[in-house]
Structure formats: structure tokens, C-alpha cells
């Protein structure tokens, strides 16, 4: 009797051991896939640890993953060399266009000092126009390519946001002056922001300049910077045309431009750069407006941890 | 499928909600706790009554058996044997006596012959000592030191000899015995234990009824009424032949049941609090429920959360609930023990008998309470939906009937009664929850109700010192004395004197005797004798007649004079009353019947003569009044009657009848019970009436007789009930406390709980215009409901059980009695929590405010 | 053919309450692309959030079929629809729904823990940095304020790294500016991890910050289905 208990005792007590072991070992197991996989969507790569040789079940599903993880990993490369090629292609392309732009300039400026008729003027004037709008173009898709492909980098430092507005106002003053647009800004000079003081005073001057370009003469443009909970606000407010609702998702995007704005200066780039060096900071652009009362742009900088 | 081991975080977050939900988490603990020390506490007591009952027992019968019987046949041996119920059976007889050593002529030691099972099985647990072995040989002895000192052979050691005179039947003989081995311990103790060879040639046989002991040891531990006759008709018993039992089965049985009823209370108060606050809390957090399935706990994870809380209320709920028994149980235990009536005589403190499977059981039970109360909430929390917690679905469950009852009855009502419509009808409305409130409250309420009803018998048993109601009775004990020279007058004119000179004292009523005695005649005397014969007598009448016709000074016995109180309360209590006058003036005399089967009618106007003890010619007769039956009044009982007449009457027969006793009343009120109650918690005796005692005690202290007299009184008897109750009460009042307490906790979780649950509905009603006051009436309507139905509970069950309990312990002959004190403030105390806590509950929303709950989502 | 992350065919959604039926979803097809910012937009009653409750697993549609990353959720019981939500959904709820014994930061990481994966404390520490939280990571969500409540819960959604994001009214209970700012985070916050969002609001102004607006009306889509139509 007594016999029979303790042995039936003993065998439930080995087998509950025995699945105990087993179940642990699952667990492990698991842990080391998870492991192993998280590794390799990291990009760390497939760390080989001492098991991985063992003739055991994590040995047998290691050498796949090493496997999965140097296929990716050549893909990677190839991707990354195609990169650079781009990357080379679009400076080579910027460098050789450079050259043959600028003697074009320089010709035209030939030109212009002889003698021309009326009409020759007038075209040369017009070459003049496209020479500048060419320029501008490849300048600008040079610097759109290099920020989507990464090539550029964002370096943001905890400084004033004051100057990089001023610069960017600066900058516009003249051609709104010229359009007679009254200019105003309401920055307080001690804000600090972390952001990249160059690309940024760009994405401001972009949407300054894209205000001035929607404006009638005599309008306005207010900038006003405030800080908020998480964001710091950049509003830029203009007494412009207004975009309608449904465009307004669409303005952001690359070469768009206003149905009825196709001449003049601009290639439909400039807020798309705005949105994309914003983006990189960790901030964002958005625009309120309703058709004919003006527009509204806020650009939105993450304050940072201070 | 291997289940994803994913539940830690879950046991982290059960570990976080108790500790946030600190009050919830406290209320379950502190239920957890109760209910384990309870059961644990009441289980102790349980198994170290038993343990202690049986130690008791075979302590006192020197063995471990259940039942003896005296001669056992052979045929009845191989019966009992032969009982599947009988687990041993050991048989021993007495095989003589030894009669006179060199040293004692009355040494009254017994000579015993035990069989194997006996000294080896059923004695050995009575035995504390035991050296050499069971006598072999014819002249070996087994002895103790007690029996040889007494037999004069102090110190005589396993090997030494000595020789006795020993009787066995009508012979006697000389021997000399040798020690073979010596112990001691508990049982009878003058005893030699003799080998079987002596007991053979004695000529006794185990089948003689003066000899042969039976003893019986069964299976079970509590052999129940039924089986005790099914085995005393199996053992088909002689006409001398007697079974007894050693242990009382009967009360034992209550006991087991009390213990059982009081774990199965405990569980219940426990099971309800428990699921109360767990389903409030589910239900309430039903939300939260559903917001961890949004974000992919699963039902399972769920339960795991609900359980996991569980087990750690359960499990640090009964380990403080076990810590704090331990600690308890050593100091109240044993006081517990001894007043359900366990005597351990010498060396017998009680130990605390700490059994694992007390433990166990108490774990156990704990934990299945815990589980079966866990059991409903964790499904509603497994259960419900994400979107029915999200509150999305809109409810279209709205109570029809109700609303109906409402608005259709409603109509033709006064204010006052829809209030108490609407109250009655949110009762009815979660009949269950409502019955487990009540009935939680109720078993406080029953535990406590049965705790003073017994206190309050037993506070209400008068304390009588033998006779008429005195405080204090004093005996001259020297009437006891064989010698007739050395009964002395022990109250003697001086003492009297002192004694009346005690403040406090408003009567003293000496007794007196005087010796007679009663010389044969065909009569009356003659009848009496033969009645007597025959009753208390081995001997036929007719051989001692002769020597009684004689000289009737051997027969002495005593004439009694009593004052006329003592005579006007023996003629209340007697069915025929006597003629007064009659007995006064010496004509009549009474009777003690001394348990004769005389009745009035056998003796009534028949005469009885008396003459002085050792003066035949100072004689004198008395008409028959009539038998008593009060022992009080009789001082040295002889064979012929004790007559009872006037004091006077004894006076004017005997020069200095000898004052017997005295009883004494106290000038002092004695205090009613409630007054007794208020004062000192009931069983104590009150202060009224010591300090005259003392003086009295002291003054008999100081008499030259100060050896010869004993006393009873009021006030040490209640001392003495007192000290054999212990603290029997303090614990039960205890019990009641605390399941008062939990039931207390019911009670508020689920009101705070239901108000919470009908805010909506509450500012609804406010909303239309049904005034703060008349919401706060309707609130404390339903609280006094659950009161009224608590107290309805309490008086069907908890009386009856009560009375049931009363009847199982009354072995004191109190009287049943419900004290109306108590109860009333029973009443009042539980109406006023029942009461307060919904207008407490109320203030709190007014405080609130209502609006929020009409806007509240969900 | 494009692949959706979530799409809806022919789903309906139909109450009984009391003798009338109620058509919260009347035949939507609705499709998500990865990491799109779609905003619902509708009035209160549209079925806007019945249709975030199909997505998510939370309710049962009365006809149609949802397939959220390659799956389709009919047929699953309760428990797989809880461990579907917990892998591939994260939920935005108006009144944050955190739980509130738990600090900010095992609030974040318990959906999580619930599937018994490892924590990648890296990645929930760049998230609270991004999201500004890092400060609070041991403050428990009662001494928080809405809008950190509110990052908190976008936290939750996205340490997982659900295949989408569910909002249901996520400013709804937040002033204007705080709420401005929550949504800002949200749709950063998304970009940087490659999130997918659908987003339910009645709050134009709210609904601009995303990429696509679909409105709802009376249980159907009425316009805005198409991918910028």
C-alpha cells in the first residue's frame, strides 16, 4: 500500500519535473529566436553565439537565420551602393549643369551689351527669365534629392529661434518691399528651440516667399512665434488668395502649383522642402485657409527636453 | 500548443491593484484573516477537546478503552472479538486482595490479572513509568510504590521479596511474592498486578461478574447512541452484567456539530464578504476589464489577474489569520477547553494540541472559500466585452416588470408609501445579494444572541447554598464523626453571640438534633425498617431484626428541630400541606422518606416513638404528619427515620440539642440578574453580602472549633462557577464579535456598492423631483430593512439553535431564558449601522453632487 | 495590385435597439494604405467609430469582411481577436484608457509584456523622448494632465509596433492647443516609425493634419474612398 503510494508519488513528482525542464526549455527556445530575429531586424546582424554549433534544435534554426540575415544583409549593400551611385550622379549632375548654366549667364550678359534689336531684346530678356528659373530648378532639386536621399544632414542645436527668423524675414524684406507687403514678426528674442539654424531659416524663407508670391500688393504678412506644450509654433500669415480646402492636403506635395499661378518664378518645390526639413527635425507643417481670406502656415518645432 | 508565457506582467499588475485599491484590498484581508483564525481557532479548540477528553479518560480509567463491562463469558469474549466495530479487547481480573502484612492489617490493596492486550495496548498510554516485566510465575508481582507503601513495604525494589496474607474468595493465604517489575502512573493504583498462573489457582473467573473486567476499545473515535445498544444487545448481557461507557458519545457529537455549524458560519460570512467585495469591484471596474482587452489582455490573462489577486489576498489573509490563532489559541484554548468541562487532574496542565492537519484543513477550507467566492466575478470579468465596457452598446435590458409595478401601482399612493414600496422593491429587486447581507449579518447576530442567551442562563441559575435561599450555610462537621463523644456543639452560646453581633446579618436559623433512637414495634417502625431493608440493604431485614428488637441504640438516628420559617418552606413545598399549629406545638412530626417507595398516605396518622440515645426511658411519640423529600433538614442519617419536628419540641426532649447548621441571610439586596450583568459581565459574583461573609468567616475562624466546621455560600459557589467557566464567554462574545464584524463589512460593501451601482437612478429621481429628503428616507428605509430581515433571520434560526445548544449544555438546570437586554441593544446597535452607513452613503453623493451621474458615460 | 493594411468589403453594422433598427455601417469599403494618415471624419452617429471598432477586432460586423494586415478577422474567437489586438493594433481612445495602477512607462510597455516579448527599452526610451515623456515615465497616469495622458497612450499604441494605430477622437477631451499638439506628435511620431493611422474625428481642423480625409455620412462613405481622389 504504502509501497504503491510513494512510488506513485515519485513517478508524478519526476514526470512534473521532467515537464518542467521541458517547458523551460521551450521558453528558451523562443527567447532565442525572438532574439535572434530582433537582432536582425535591428540590423546588428546575427550575433553566433556558442549554441549556435551545437547539434541541438536553436543550432539547427540559427544557421537559417545567419542565412536570412547575410542575404539581407547583401541586399542591404547593393542598396546602399545603388545609393551612392544616385548620389554621385546627382552631384555630377549638379557639377556639369553648373558649369554649362553659368556660361550660358555669362554669354547672355555678352549679349545684352551688343547692339540688339528690339526684338532680339526682348528674348534675350526672356532666355534671361528661363537661364535664372533653370538655375533655381536644379538648385532646388539638387537640395530636394539630397535630403530625400539622406545625403544631407539635419544638425539641430539648442539655440535662438529669433536669428534664424530674422534671417529668414531678411532675406524676403527686399521682395516684399518691392510688392509693397507690410512685414511683421512677433518672436521673443530669448525663445530657444533645438533645430538646424540653416535648413530651417530655408523652410521659413520658403513659406515667406511663397506669401509674397500669393499676395497682392499692399497686403500683409504676420509671423508669430509661440510656444506651446510640445511644439513651437512658426505662424505665418498672409492676406493672400487663400487655398481652397480640397487642395490644401496637395500643397505639400512635389511640384505642385496653383492652378492659376503656372508662370512666374517658382517651380512648386519650395513647400515640399519646407515640409521635409521640418519632418526631419521631428516637427511638422500645416496650413488653414479658406479661398480668398488668406492663408495661414505653422510650422511646428518639437521644444525639445529642456 | 505551448502556451505563450506571458503572465508575469499580469501577476505584477494584480500585485499593483491590491495595493492601490489599499481599502479593498484591507477589507479582503482583514475577512481572510477573521475567517481563518476563527476556523483555526475553533478547530483547536475542537481537537484539544478531543485530545484532552481522551487523555482525561484514560487518565481516569487507567486505560485506553471505551467502554468496560463487568464479567465477561467466554461465548461474550469471542463475540465482541469477533464485532468488525471493535478495534481491541483486553481482559483483566481482580484475583483477591491482600489481606495483612507484617506491617498493615487494612492495607486495601487489590490483586489484578491482565491478559496481553490489556497491559501491553489499552494500559500502556496510562502508564508514566514502567520497569521489569509481567509477572510470569506464580509468586511474581507487578507492583507500584503507592501499593507497597500503602501494604507498609516502603522502598523495596524489581527483585526484592516479601511476604503478604492474601485473600481470594473465602480463603486466605500466606505468600511470599517477588517483585518482577515496578511502574506508575494514572488509574488505580493499589494494585498488584499478578501473573496468570496465580490468577488461575484462585478460582475467579473472568465470566464472574466481581472479578472479570471487560474492556473495549472500538474503531471510531465517537461511537454514537446507536452503536453503544447495538453492542450492548450484541453482548447479550447476564442479569448483573453491566456495559459502561467512559465517554460521554452524545455530548461529544454536539460538540463536533457546534464546531462544524461554527466553521460552516465562519466559511459562509467569509464566502459572502468575499464574493461581495470581488464582484462590486469586478463590476464596477468592468470598464477597466474591458480597456485590457482593447489592448490585448486576454480572457485568460484576465483570470489569471482576478485569480492572482485572489491568491494573495487568500494567502496573506490566512497566513495573519493562522499567525494570529497560534498566538490566541495558546492563551484561550485552554481556558476554552476546561469550561466545556476537561479536568486534568495531576500533572495535567492542557497542552494546546497543534495538529498540521489543522493546518491543513484550515488552508484548505480557506482556499476553497476563497475560490468558490472568486469563482463568479472572474467570469464576469473573463466575460465581458470590450465594447460593452467601452459603454458603446447601447442597453436595451431596461427591468420591464419593474418599471411597470412602478408606474401601474404607483398611482393611487401617498408619498410616504411609494418611498417604502420603492425601498422594499430595490430589496427585492437582487433578492440573492440581499439574502446574503441579511444572512451575514444574522449569523453575528445569532452567534452573539446564543452567547448571552447561555451567559444569561447561567447568570440567572440562583446560586442556592442547600436550602431556603440563604446566603451562607454553615455545618458542624463533627456530626459526621463516628465516635458519638467527638460530635460536638460547635455553635455555642459565645459564637452565637458573635455572630448575631455581625453587621449585615438579618437571620441566623440554627438547626438542631438531637440522637435517638427508634425501638421496634410492630407498627410503623417495623414497616419503615423492612421498606428500608429493601431498599438500600444487601441483607434480608430478617437477620438483623432480631438484634434491632434488641437494642435499637444500634440503630441510631437523629430528631431534628426546625423554627417555624423552616417549616412554613418545607410545608410550601410540600403537595399536602401540614397543620401549622400541630407541629408547632410538638404534636405532629415529618418524615425525611430518605428515597423509601413510602408515600404520605402509608404513614399519614400512624405514630412514631423516639427515645433519647442511651436513655430508653426519656421517650416520646409524635403523630405523622407527613414525608419530605429535603435533604436539608437531616443531620446523622440511621436506619430508622429522621424525624423532623419543632425546634421546640427538640428542645423540651433533650437538654442541649447539638445546632447542626446554620444558615445565614445577608441583610443586603441581592441584585437582580441585570443588575449582576451590568455590574460584573454576569458570572461574577457580586460584591453585596462579602464583606458580611467575611466578618462571619472570621468569626468562625477565631472559635476554638475552627477545624470543625465548613460552609457554603452564594458567593463562593458563583466563584467557583466562575472559575469553571473560564473565559468560555470572553471567547464566545469574541466569535460574535467577529462575524459580527464581517457581517458589519457585508453589509457596507454592498449598500456603498448598490448606491454606487444606482447613482444614475437616484438622480433621475431627483431629477423629477423627488426631494434630498425623500431619497435619504428611501436609503435608510432599505437599511432598516436589511436590519428587520436580519433580525428576522435571527430569531427563527438563531433561537433555535440557540435553544438547541441550551439543551445540549444544561447540565446546571438553568433556565432557559432570552436576555432582553442584550438582544434589545443587539437590536439597536445593528438598526443604528444599518441605518448610518446609507446615510453616510447618502452624504457622500450629496456631496457630489448629482449632475455628474446623469452625465457620467456609463 | 496594391496591397492594404487595412480594407474593408461590404461591411455592415446593424443595432437593435428597441423596435428600430439602427444601420451603423451600411456598406463601407474602406481601404488603408502602410504608413497612411487617414482621417475619418464624420458627425456623431455616422458609425465613424463603429467602423474603428470592426478594424480594431472590438465588435463583430453584422455582414462584410475587415482583413487587417493580410487577415481576415471573421471567425476568430474572443481570445484570438485579443491576441490579434495586442500584435497588430494599437488603440487611441478619447479618455486615454490607461491603466491607471501602472506607470507611464509599464503602461507603454504592457501590451508588451501581455504577449510575453522581450522589451526593446531603447526603443520606448527614444519614444518618450520624442514624445517629450521622459520625465514622467514613473508618474502614474492619475498626476498626469490630458495631453500627457493622451502621449502616453500614442506610446502605447506605437511601442508595439502595431500594423496600425486605431485614434478614436483622441483630442476630444483636450483643449484646443494641447490637442493641437498630441495630434502634431501623433502624425511625427508615426512618420518617424512608419506607422499606419487611421484617425476618427468630427473636427475638421483636426482631420487636415492628415494625409487623407474619407467622410462618413448615415453609415456610408461619401466621398473621399479613393486614394487622393
Known amino acids: 500500500m504504502a509501497g504503491t503510494a510513494i512510488f506513485a508519488g515519485g513517478t508524478v513528482a519526476v514526470s512534473m519535473w521532467r515537464v518542467r525542464r521541458l517547458k523551460q526549455e521551450v521558453y528558451r527556445f523562443t527567447e532565442q529566436v525572438e532574439q535572434g530575429l530582433d537582432h536582425i531586424i535591428s540590423g546588428e546582424g546575427f550575433p553566433e553565439n556558442e549554441e549556435s554549433g551545437k547539434d541541438s ?47 550660358m549667364r555669362l554669354y547672355l550678359e555678352f549679349l545684352q551689351e551688343e547692339e540688339v534689336s528690339e526684338k532680339g531684346r526682348e528674348f534675350l530678356s526672356l532666355l534671361e527669365g528661363q537661364t535664372r528659373k533653370l538655375e533655381f530648378l536644379l538648385g532646388s532639386m539638387v537640395k530636394m534629392s539630397r535630403l530625400e536621399a539622406g545625403i544631407i544632414h539635419i544638425r539641430q542645436e539648442q539655440t535662438g529661434l529669433f536669428d534664424t527668423i530674422a534671417g529668414a524675414a531678411g532675406e524676403i524684406v527686399p521682395a516684399a518691399s518691392n510688392r509693397q507687403i507690410a512685414l511683421s514678426v512677433d518672436c521673443s528674442e530669448d ?76 517651380a512648386g518645390i519650395g513647400l515640399y522642402l519646407s515640409r521635409k526639413i521640418l519632418e526631419l527635425q521631428g516637427g511638422y507643417i500645416e496650413v488653414r485657409s479658406e479661398a480668398g481670406e488668406g492663408a495661414e502656415f505653422s510650422l511646428y518645432l518639437p521644444n525639445g527636453t529642456a | 500548443m505551448l502556451r505563450n508565457n506571458n503572465m508575469q506582467a499580469v501577476s505584477r499588475m494584480a500585485v499593483r491593484s491590491l495595493k492601490n485599491n489599499r481599502r479593498r484590498s484591507f477589507t479582503m484581508i482583514t475577512a481572510v484573516l477573521l475567517s481563518v483564525f476563527m476556523l483555526f481557532s475553533v478547530m483547536t479548540v475542537g481537537v484539544t477537546y478531543f485530545k484532552m477528553q481522551r487523555l482525561q479518560n484514560i487518565r481516569m480509567s487507567g486505560g485506553d478503552f471505551d467502554a468496560i463491562m463487568y464479567g465477561a463469558a467466554k461465548e461474550q469474549q469471542k463475540t465482541c472479538k469477533e464485532n468488525p466495530d471493535v478495534c481491541r479487547m483486553g481482559i483483566s481480573a481482580m484475583s483477591g486482595y491482600i489481606a495483612e502484612t507484617e506491617f498493615d492489617s487494612t492495607p486495601n490493596v487489590v490483586l489484578m490479572w491482565a491478559d496481553d492486550v490489556w497491559w501491553n495496548e489499552i494500559m500502556a498510554p496510562a502508564r508514566e513509568r514502567l520497569e521489569g516485566r509481567y ?108 456495559v459502561l461507557f467512559t465517554m460521554d458519545s452524545a455530548f461529544s457529537v454536539q460538540i463536533l ?57 487568500g494567502g496573506v489573509g490566512t497566513a495573519g489569520g493562522l499567525m494570529l490563532g497560534s498566538v490566541v489559541s495558546f492563551g484561550v484554548v485552554p481556558s476554552v477547553v476546561k469550561a466545556l468541562g476537561i479536568r486534568m487532574g495531576r500533572g495535567g496542565e492542557i497542552t494546546v494540541a497543534f495538529h498540521p492537519l489543522i493546518l491543513l484543513l484550515t488552508v ?106 440563604f446566603d451562607m450555610v454553615i455545618k458542624n462537621d463533627t456530626v459526621q464523626k463516628e465516635e458519638s463523644e467527638e460530635r460536638l456543639q460547635i455553635f455555642d452560646q459565645e459564637l452565637l453571640k458573635k455572630l448575631n453581633g455581625i453587621d449585615g446579618i438579618a437571620e441566623i436559623a440554627p438547626l438542631v438534633y438531637t440522637e435517638i433512637a427508634v425501638p421496634w414495634e410492630p407498627g410503623f417502625a417495623d414497616q419503615w425498617m423492612r421498606e428500608f431493608y429493601e431498599m438500600w440493604m444487601t441483607i434480608p431485614y430478617e437477620d438483623d431484626l432480631a438484634e434491632y428488637k434488641e437494642s435499637p441504640e444500634n440503630f441510631g438516628s437523629s430528631l431534628v428541630g426546625i423554627g417555624r420559617e423552616d417549616f412554613e418552606a418545607l410545608n410550601e413545598m410540600s403537595p ?171 453589509y457596507i460593501n454592498t449598500f456603498v456598492g448598490n448606491i454606487q451601482n444606482r447613482r444614475v437612478e437616484i438622480a433621475v429621481l431627483e431629477s423629477i423631483g423627488m426631494t434630498g429628503r425623500q431619497v435619504k428616507k428611501m436609503l435608510l428605509l432599505e437599511g432598516f430593512l436589511y436590519a428587520a430581515g436580519a433580525w428576522g433571520v435571527t430569531a427563527v434560526l438563531g433561537t433555535a439553535v440557540t435553544y438547541m445548544i441550551y439543551q445540549s449544555m444544561n447540565y446546571m438546570d438553568a433556565d432557559f431564558m432570552i436576555p432582553l437586554l442584550p438582544v434589545l441593544g443587539m437590536m439597536a446597535l445593528s438598526a443604528a449601522v444599518c441605518v448610518s452607513v446609507p446615510a453616510a452613503a447618502y452624504r457622500k453623493i450629496e456631496k457630489e453632487g448629482i449632475v455628474e451621474y446623469i452625465t457620467m458615460p456609463c | 495590385m496594391e496591397s492594404w493594411i487595412v480594407e474593408t468589403r461590404g461591411l455592415k453594422k446593424y443595432y437593435r435597439l428597441g423596435d428600430n433598427i439602427v444601420k451603423a455601417l451600411d456598406g463601407v469599403d474602406f481601404k488603408v494604405r502602410e504608413q497612411e494618415f487617414v482621417a475619418v471624419i464624420g458627425k456623431s452617429g455616422s458609425g465613424k467609430s463603429t467602423l474603428l471598432h470592426m478594424a480594431g477586432g472590438l465588435d463583430m460586423p453584422t455582414e462584410g ?45 504592457l501590451p508588451i509584456e501581455l ?111 479613393g486614394l487622393y481622389a
Request: hydrophobic letters at 40%; proline letters at 3%.
Open chain 2, 135 to 242: 509477572p510470569v510465575e506464580e509468586n511474581e508481582i507487578m507492583v507500584t510504590e503507592y501499593a507497597l507503601e500503602k501494604c507498609g513495604f516502603k522502598g523495596l525494589k524489581t527483585g526484592d521479596e516479601f511476604t503478604a496474607v492474601y485473600g481470594a474468595g473465602e480463603k486466605k493465604k500466606e505468600m511470599t511474592f517477588r517483585i518482577c517489575g515496578i511502574w506508575d502512573g494514572y488509574g488505580d493504583r493499589s494494585v498488584f498486578f499478578v501473573s496468570e498462573e496465580f490468577y488461575r489457582q484462585t478460582g475467579f473467573s473472568p465470566a464472574d461478574i466481581s472479578s472479570g473486567r471487560l474492556c473495549v476499545k472500538f474503531r471510531q473515535r465517537i461511537i454514537p447512541q446507536k452503536m453503544q445498544d447495538e453492542f450492548i444487545e450484541s453482548m447479550e448481557l447476564g442479569k448483573q452484567q453491566k
Open chain 1, 191 to 266: 525663445l530657444q528651440v533645438k533645430h538646424d539654424r540653416k535648413w530651417t531659416e530655408e523652410a521659413v524663407f520658403n513659406v515667406l516667399d511663397n506669401a509674397v508670391k500669393y499676395t497682392e500688393p499692399g497686403g500683409s504678412i504676420h509671423v508669430v512665434v509661440r510656444r506651446q506644450e510640445v511644439f513651437t509654433r512658426i505662424s505665418i500669415r498672409d492676406t493672400g488668395k487663400g487655398i481652397a480646402r480640397e487642395r490644401q492636403a496637395e500643397i505639400f506635395s512635389r511640384f505642385y502649383r496653383e492652378p492659376e499661378v503656372h508662370d512666374g518664378e517658382g
Open chain 1, 57 to 103: 534544435l536553436w543550432g539547427r534554426c540559427s544557421e537559417k537565420l545567419w542565412r536570412i540575415c547575410h542575404i539581407w544583409t547583401k541586399r542591404e549593400e547593393a542598396d546602399a551602393r545603388e545609393k551612392q551611385l544616385m548620389k554621385e550622379l546627382i552631384s555630377d549632375i549638379s557639377h556639369q549643369t553648373r558649369t554649362p548654366i553659368a556660361n
Open chain 3, 65 to 109: 469582411e475587415v482583413r487587417v494586415a493580410g487577415r481576415s478577422l471573421s471567425g476568430l474567437t474572443k481570445e484570438e481577436l485579443a491576441v490579434f489586438r495586442r500584435r497588430k493594433v494599437g488603440f487611441i481612445f478619447q479618455n486615454y484608457n490607461l491603466v491607471p495602477d501602472l506607470t507611464v512607462y509599464e503602461n507603454i510597455v
Open chain 2, 576 to 746: 399536602q400541606p401540614v397543620d401549622e399549629e400541630d407541629f408547632l406545638s410538638g404534636k405532629t412530626c415529618l418524615l425525611f422518606r430518605n428515597g423509601l417507595d413510602l408515600k404520605n398516605s402509608d404513614v399519614e396518622g400512624k405514630s412514631v416513638t423516639c427515645t433519647e440515645y442511651g436513655n430508653r426511658e426519656n421517650a416520646r411519640t409524635f403523630e405523622i404528619a407527613g414525608l419530605v423529600d429535603e435533604n436539608a433538614y437531616t443531620a446523622l442519617l440511621g436506619y430508622p427515620p429522621t424525624i423532623i419536628v419543632s425546634r421546640q419540641a427538640v428542645e423540651e426532649f433533650a437538654e442541649e440539642p447539638v445546632i447542626f447548621k446554620a444558615g445565614i441571610r445577608y441583610e443586603k439586596q441581592r441584585l437582580s440578574i441585570w443588575e449582576r450583568i451590568l455590574q460584573t459581565g454576569g458570572y461574577q459574583p457580586s460584591d453585596a453580602g462579602k464583606e458580611t461573609e467575611d466578618a462571619i468567616l472570621s468569626v468562625m475562624e477565631d472559635s476554638p472549633f475552627h477545624r470543625d466546621y465548613s460552609y457554603e455560600s452564594r458567593i463562593r459557589m458563583m466563584e467557583e462557577a466562575k472559575k469553571a467557566q473560564g473565559n468560555m464567554m470572553e471567547a464566545g462574545i469574541g466569535a460574535a464579535l467577529i462575524l459580527a464584524l464581517i457581517g458589519v463589512m457585508n
Open chain 2, 364 to 469: 484548505l477550507i480557506a482556499g476553497i472559500t476563497v475560490y468558490i467566492a472568486g469563482r463568479k466575478p472572474v467570469k464576469i470579468a473573463v466575460m465581458c466585452s470590450p465594447m460593452e465596457a467601452l459603454g458603446y452598446r447601447p442597453a436595451v435590458r431596461a427591468d420591464k416588470r419593474r418599471r411597470e409595478s412602478m408606474a401601474g401601482r404607483g398611482r393611487s399612493v401617498s408619498p410616504a408609501g411609494r418611498i417604502w414600496r420603492m425601498a422594499k422593491e430595490q430589496i427585492a429587486k437582487d433578492r440573492k445579494k440581499a439574502g446574503i447581507v441579511i444572512l451575514s449579518l444574522a449569523a453575528g447576530m445569532s452567534v452573539f444572541l446564543c452567547m448571552a442567551t447561555l451567559l444569561c442562563s447561567q447568570a440567572a441559575r440562583e446560586y442556592n447554598p442547600s436550602y431556603r435561599d
Open chain 3, 115 to 225: 504577449d510575453g516579448k522581450q522589451v526593446d527599452h531603447s526603443f520606448v526610451e527614444e519614444l518618450l523622448e520624442v514624445l517629450n515623456m521622459t520625465e514622467k515615465r514613473e508618474a502614474f497616469p492619475g498626476n498626469l494632465s490630458g495631453g500627457q495622458q493622451q502621449r502616453a497612450a500614442i506610446a502605447r499604441a506605437i511601442a508595439s509596433k502595431p500594423a496600425i494605430i486605431l485614434a478614436d477622437e483622441p483630442t476630444g477631451n483636450l483643449d484646443t492647443a494641447s490637442g493641437h499638439d498630441v495630434l502634431g506628435l501623433l502624425k511625427v511620431v508615426a512618420k518617424k516609425f512608419g506607422q499606419t493611422i487611421v484617425l476618427i474625428t468630427h473636427d475638421q481642423d483636426i482631420a487636415q493634419l492628415a494625409d487623407r480625409i474619407v467622410v462618413i455620412e448615415d453609415g456610408k462613405i461619401r466621398k473621399g474612398s
Open chain 2, 257 to 313: 456539530t457546534g464546531i462544524a455549524g461554527l466553521v460552516l458560519i465562519t466559511c459562509l460570512c467569509a464566502y459572502l464578504l468575499i464574493y461581495n467585495i470581488m464582484y462590486l469591484s469586478v463590476a464596477g471596474n468592468i470598464r477597466y476589464y474591458g480597456l485590457l482587452q482593447t489592448i490585448g489582455m486576454s480572457g485568460r490573462q484576465i483570470g489569471h489577474l482576478v485569480w492572482r489577486q485572489m491568491l494573495l489576498i
